[in-house]
């Protein structure tokens, strides 16, 4: 553990290795993320040493193995007293806290999407402070606006236009505003498009890229939402889960105010059709077309092409281990292909 001077405040900079002796919280468990993250946590830190938690019944979504060997708890994130009762019922000292709407049910619902990831990002928050918890907030490629430069840099100019970008842009500061006032230890990256052979697709602009396997796998067809020449950075979900834990565990002095809760990170950059063209060299016979969604075109037009993540490389050492070929491979084999 390591000791830092924030706003005349001496603030503890822990890991989640420094936290063997409480349990991890993970919110949105059942979600794109949280079906992955949860049982990667549970093989590094033990079943007993980390708590699932979402706002749906378990069902079965984590996994029947998974689910059996580990704690699970209903809870809305948006009721501050159900999340810090399981805070302190399992003696809690890191959250990874996922619970949240994506970009394209965030643009339909705004208020809704304000109020669940605004709202339940303060709470995680407000509990981090009184109970000094360490804490990972993700971030996005979407906290960028239009007319971004290619690559665009680890700090840029955040402006963006939809309601899901909004609440990632306040929340980045709102986690900048609690380590700097408060010493919360809290932590992020900005993830891109995430790619999962297990998890299913969440509500946001990228999920072409989940859709598009299991389709040209069962049907040798799919119909895309985007354009076929949409650039977007995309990553593999073994390695959106190995940043989040290598964050985590990173020595929190080497970690600057400016990046810390907004760490770029990437694996490749991609367009519907050039992904379509790597499916087709394990399947030749897979044909795609398009029917553009207006809206979720408009997101994906507003986002920047490339980020660079050398910041992350630098800081704490993220290198991804997929690029699309190893990747797209992966998917095959994972989907019976």
């Not at 706003?7 to 919280?25: F, G, H, M, P, Q």
């Not at 979504?61 to 805070?87: I, M, S």
Request: hydrophobic share 40%; net charge negative; proline share 6%.
């Amino acid at each position: 553990m390591s000791e830092k001077t924030v706003s005349d405040k001496t603030v503890s900079e822990k890991t989640v290795s420094d936290e063997t002796a409480r349990r991890i919280l993970v919110t949105g468990a059942l979600g794109q993320i949280g079906t992955e993250l949860v049982p990667a946590l549970r093989a590094r830190f033990g079943d007993d040493a980390v708590v699932a938690t979402d706002i749906k019944e378990l069902d079965g979504a984590l996994g029947a193995d998974t689910a059996a060997a580990g704690l699970y708890e209903r809870v809305d994130v948006t009721k501050p007293k159900q999340l810090a009762d399981v805070v302190e019922r399992y003696d809690v000292g890191t959250v990874y806290h996922l619970a949240a709407l994506l970009s394209a049910v965030a643009e339909a619902h705004p208020q809704r999407a304000w109020s669940l990831n605004m709202g339940g990002l303060i709470d995680v928050l407000e509990l981090a402070r009184e109970r000094s918890l360490a804490v990972f907030v993700p971030s996005s490629i979407a906290a960028f606006g239009p007319g971004m430069p290619d690559p665009t840099p680890q700090i840029a100019p955040q402006r963006p236009t939809s309601m899901y970008g909004v609440t990632k842009v306040a929340g980045e500061l709102l986690c900048d505003y609690y380590h700097d006032h408060f010493g919360v230890d809290v932590r992020g990256v900005r993830y891109p498009g995430l790619i999962s052979s297990t998890a299913p697709p969440g509500g946001g602009t990228t999920d072409y890229a989940v859709h598009i396997f299991h389709a040209a796998v069962r049907d040798g067809h799919y119909t895309c939402f985007l354009r076929e020449d949409t650039r977007l950075d995309m990553m593999y979900m073994p390695d959106a889960i190995r940043a989040a834990i290598d964050l985590m565990t990173a020595d929190g002095a080497r970690l600057p105010l400016g990046h810390r809760n907004a760490y770029n990170v990437t694996s490749f950059s991609v367009t519907p059709a050039e992904l379509a063209d790597a499916i087709r060299r394990h399947l030749p016979e897979f044909t795609i077309d398009y029917a553009v969604d207006p809206m979720r075109q408009r997101i994906a037009d507003s986002w920047p092409d490339r980020l660079d993540h050398r910041a992350a490389q630098t800081d704490w050492g993220w290198r991804p281990a997929y690029d699309l070929d190893s990747l797209v491979a992966d998917m095959m084999r994972a989907l019976g292909a």
